[in-house]
């Protein structure tokens, strides 16, 4: 319990001190954002920093902290470690750059900004990959949150069923403004995320429930290596490049640049918050590693969730359970299509004002997710893990060049560099040996995993040197 006590503290000292050193090497300033210049009442439209605090949390969250943080919670309490200091040098270092540079070039995705910043290819290869990575993620909260309603009402109601109903929900929340359902509605879901995080910590104190300290030992019963397995499987709550696509869809909605820190790497770490509470129920209430793991392989993530809210709270847990597995995902699945959206809008140039082009858009871009959705979850999830981790580390080699390029202080770019490098190190290692990947062992994975890290380091410091001179 101690481990958590001062993995909390950490957290909140990381806002304080890291995120202003951060928010120092940007210099947000007093210029009008897009919300005002660009302001079209769809997409571009001002809101209060609180209501842009929970959209925020709300699109990079979904169940994202809870799903992986149990299944990193097999490799016990040493995911504390990656989850804190992930999201303290990584993730909210890359949610906010990725926010506030979008902010300086109109609201920009990430797509554009890689062209902007590693040139043409670059561009069209992260259009690319992002529009894929965002309709996997997109598909993947359709299928979770359609199997587990499916489970808890009559059979008439299946899994079709569910999946047309929550594809009818994507297509308004995609096609309508951003302030109509998702400024709405965002708002009451993040209060229930939150309350749900609160819960399940509240019922491991209460219930007298032993939460191990941090050891740097591998428990993963399976025997996956910590490295890299473990820094893919957790994601959201540390780090995740799908919040590369979100970012820059509420800075089109932030009234002030100054804001930036408490919208981005706030919403970051508070979600880091949430996964360390669900990380802990998950080896506080199993007891052992072999046991959670033995319950994701039986019940599946959802069903573990469900599993450890009721048997931490009883009923009530288990509505807030239902909650969270069925609303969360639902709450980044929309926000998945509306950011492919805005990106295809970017590469095909259809004004969004106009509600037709946004059904030229929207139509066959959910018709492809529902095809999609017909796939194997498992499968889905995989590589969709993969691929997230590769998008963040091309985010924040992104906003490394911008930082050499834009700042006077041309060292401030290793707030960026370091953890891109890092990213790097882990996304290279992980498909080279992974099952869904080239199945190679540590002895190929773990030396090119470094010596492609090394290069691109190396390559960095030769841009830093030449540009300082």
Not at 446 to 462: I, K, N, T
């Amino acid at each position: 319990m101690i481990s958590l006590i001062i993995s909390f503290v950490v957290l909140i000292f990381g806002y304080l001190i890291y995120g202003r050193i951060i928010e120092r090497a940007f210099d947000p300033d007093e210029r009008n954002t897009p919300a005002y210049t660009k302001h079209d009442g769809v997409d571009f439209i001002p809101m209060p920093a609180w209501k842009a605090f929970l959209v925020q949390l709300l699109n990079i969250a979904g169940t994202g902290p809870i799903f992986g943080a149990i299944m990193g919670a097999c490799f016990g309490p040493v995911v504390f470690l990656w989850i804190v200091f992930g999201a303290i040098l990584a993730g909210g270092v890359h949610d906010y750059m990725t926010g506030m540079i979008s902010e300086r070039h109109d609201g920009a995705s990430i797509a554009e900004l890689s062209g902007i910043y590693l040139g043409q290819l670059a561009k069209w290869a992260v259009r690319v990959f992002s529009i894929v990575l965002l309709i996997f993620i997109g598909t993947i909260f359709i299928t979770s949150p359609a199997a587990l309603l499916a489970r808890l009402t009559p059979a008439i109601f299946g899994n079709r069923f569910w999946t047309i109903i929550i594809l009818i929900y994507y297509v308004l929340a995609t096609l309508l403004p951003i302030d109509k359902i998702i400024g709405k509605l965002y708002p009451v879901f993040g209060a229930a995320l939150i309350t749900m995080a609160l819960g399940i910590l509240v019922g491991i104190i209460s219930g007298g429930y032993r939460i191990p300290e941090i050891s740097f030992t591998n428990l993963h019963p399976e025997g996956l290596p910590i490295w890299p397995f473990m820094f893919v499987t957790v994601a959201c709550g540390a780090i995740s490049g799908f919040h590369a696509t979100q970012s820059p869809m509420v800075a089109k909605c932030v009234t002030s640049e100054k804001l930036g820190r408490k919208v981005f790497y706030g919403a970051m770490l508070s979600e880091s918050v949430i996964a360390l509470v669900w990380a802990a129920g998950g080896v506080a209430f199993y007891g052992v590693t072999g046991a959670l793991n033995s319950a994701i392989t039986a019940h599946g993530q959802a069903g573990t969730v469900y599993e450890i809210s009721s048997g931490l709270l009883g009923q009530v847990g288990g509505v807030l359970a239902i909650i969270g597995v069925i609303v969360c995902p639902i709450t980044s699945g929309d926000t998945a299509f509306r950011s492919a959206r805005l990106i295809l809008a970017e590469i095909t140039g259809l004004q969004q004002k106009p509600i037709k082009n946004r059904l030229i858009i929207t139509i066959p871009l959910l018709s492809l997710g529902a095809i999609i959705s017909q796939l194997d979850f498992n499968v889905l999830w995989r590589y969709t893990s993969w691929s997230n981790q590769t998008f963040a580390m091309i985010s924040l080699w992104v906003c490394t060049a911008y930082l050499l390029k834009h700042k006077k202080r041309k060292i401030v770019s290793l707030y960026t560099a370091l953890p891109a490098t890092f990213m790097s190190a882990v996304s290279v290692t992980y498909i080279l040996m992974a099952d869904e990947g080239l199945k190679l062992g540590s002895d190929v994975g773990y030396p090119a995993g470094v010596l492609v890290s090394l290069f691109l380091f190396a390559y960095y410091c030769f841009q830093l040197i030449r540009q300082k001179i």
